[in-house]
């Protein structure tokens, strides 16, 4: 079974600065992966997805993660950081052609201004 | 679009009541799930339905916890009897089976006292 692994439950950083959410998977098989976050008191939003193609993938806000099939990680970054990105970052993993999510315990990106 | 639509957004409630959450998906989605969110577990799928037949409820807690799908456009969780440890966010999500992409709803807030 694939499993998710987020390596740091919570992540301060400055106003402008950059930051790095660390994302691993474990799976036998081929993987979609998603960041979703959730702003405070809100449902989940997807903020991006690998599902196949450039292992690069990039956000309307500036987020970008990259697929590392040999790492198995799925990194989210952002060169500078705003205010309103305080929110919760989940990353999940799907088995290519299944639909169930299993998703990472989460980062709370914390900015500080 | 509305959104995948839950209801009631905020449930308070007394140990040994019913309880009953419900869930209206996108309109064409095909699968929809149900999550549940603590503190202590993070994300957990709870069930998961595919054109209204469920597919999946190992994570279902214990017999207490129910969940139907009468049609396409309405799906219901119920706990009978509640009880504290049952406080939680439970958060349904629809996709289309071809999208891979689960659109969350708000999520209804549980407290049992």
Redesign the interface.
């Known amino acids: 079974a694939q499993s998710v692994t987020q390596l740091d439950s919570q992540v301060p950083v400055f106003e402008e600065a950059p930051v790095e959410l660390r994302c691993n998977y474990s799976s036998s098989v081929s993987v ?1 992966l ?1 960041w ?1 976050v959730q702003y405070p008191n ?5 903020l991006l ?1 690998y ?1 196949s193609g450039s292992t690069l993938v990039e956000s309307i806000n500036g987020f970008e993660a990259e697929f590392n099939k040999s790492q198995t990680s799925f990194h989210l970054r952002k060169p500078s950081v705003h205010i309103s990105d305080t929110a919760e970052y ?1 990353c999940a993993v ?1 088995l290519q052609g299944a ?8 980062t709370r990106l914390t900015i500080n201004p | 679009d509305a959104g ?1 639509i839950q209801s009631p957004r905020h449930e308070v409630t007394e140990m040994g009541q019913e309880v009953t959450l419900r869930c209206k998906p996108i309109s064409g989605h095909d ?1 929809l ?1 149900w999550y549940r969110q603590t503190m202590m577990r ?2 957990e ?1 709870l069930i ?1 339905f ?1 054109n209204n037949v469920p597919i ?1 409820d190992s994570g279902m807690p214990e017999d207490r916890f129910s969940a139907k799908m009468p049609n396409a456009s309405f799906s219901t969780l119920k706990i009978q009897p509640s009880e504290p440890r049952d406080s939680a966010v439970y ?1 349904c ?1 629809s ?1 289309l ?1 071809a999208g ?8 209804t807030r549980l407290t049992v006292l």
């Open positions: 979609y998603f979703y809100q449902g989940l939003q997807l997805k599902l989940f799907t639909q169930k999510l299993v998703f990472g315990q989460g | 995948v699968y799930f993070g994300l799928l998961y595919n999946d958060f999500a996709s089976s891979v992409i689960s659109v969350f709803g708000p999520g």
